[in-house]
């Protein structure tokens, strides 16, 4: 699951090829992941009849004892606290939850290039310690147009149709495939993807998380609102760009 990190100011040379890490706030009460703007515009980012895990929700707390019950392993620090963790093995299609324009991209890192900040026992093949890990990760930023963003992180690889995209502000619709889902970054060498809703900052690959619900059947059928929860999983009904639907 994702790390926390100390996040360092990029450089002019990085700022279109940014790398992502995952930060997080608490949400006090259980209702953290109400309605937001973008709501029911989503749909999980995977492609359809396939069902995945949420290792982590929403970041929430007992109103009454003030114990946290989602998103608690590492989504705690500050902006995150909306983020989802997805269980997807490595090398699983990611397609866009939503439409919109490719902001940023960073697909240079080996799928291998993975790990934490403190050693750990019996490391997984490839794990590094590593204080700049938390920058160093593949990731995709779609940016809506309406103010926020929708961040894909810890990507094996980016296609190279993104990738060209993302110097150019080229558009993609939903389901579109955005690159596979892997481990790249400050994951423990864990493959899952780290999907949040931001803040759009020009530049700025990271930046305070939104709700976000999704349209899923599944995912409605079991939330009303729409926030998928934390330990269950969920059928996508996402279908890949191209693909009859």
Same mark, same amino acid.
């Given at each position: 699951m994702t790390q926390p990190f100390r996040r360092?100011?990029?450089?002019?040379?990085?700022?279109?090829?940014?790398?992502? /890490?995952?930060?997080a706030v608490t949400v006090a009460g259980c209702g953290g992941a109400e309605a937001s703007s973008s709501a029911a515009a989503y749909r999980l980012p995977w492609p359809a009849g396939s069902a995945e895990p949420v290792l982590q929700g929403v970041l929430t707390t007992d109103p009454v004892s003030g114990s946290c019950t989602s998103g608690c392993a590492t989504h705690r620090d500050d902006g995150m606290h909306f983020?989802?963790?997805?269980?997807?093995?490595?090398?699983?299609?990611?397609? /866009?939850?939503?439409?919109? #324009?490719?902001?940023l991209a960073q697909g240079s890192w080996s799928p291998s290039h993975c790990g934490g900040l403190t050693p750990i026992a019996d490391p997984p093949p490839g794990y590094l310690v590593n204080g700049l890990m938390g920058n160093q990760a593949n990731f995709v930023r779609i940016d809506h147009g309406d103010g926020t963003s929708a961040l894909y992180m810890h990507l094996r690889d980016v296609t190279p149709a993104i990738l060209q995209k993302a110097q150019s502000g080229g558009t993609v619709a939903q389901g579109e495939m955005l690159g596979s889902s892997g481990k790249t970054g400050l994951t423990q060498c864990r493959p899952h993807?780290?999907? +949040?809703?931001?803040?759009?900052?020009?530049?700025?690959?990271? #930046?305070?998380? +939104?709700?976000?619900?999704?349209?899923?059947?599944?995912? #409605?059928?079991?939330?009303?609102? !729409?926030?998928?929860?934390? !330990?269950?999983?969920?059928?996508?009904?996402n279908v890949p760009s191209g693909a009859p639907r």
């Open positions: 360092r100011p990029l450089t002019p040379a990085v700022s279109l090829l940014a790398v992502a /890490a995952v930060l983020a989802l963790d997805f269980g997807l093995p490595e090398g699983t299609p990611v397609l /866009a939850a939503r439409g919109g #324009t490719v902001g993807l780290h999907f +949040q809703v931001e803040d759009t900052v020009p530049a700025d690959w990271f #930046t305070a998380s +939104q709700p976000v619900s999704f349209a899923d059947a599944a995912v #409605t059928r079991d939330a009303p609102d !729409g926030v998928p929860v934390e !330990g269950r999983s969920y059928v996508s009904d």
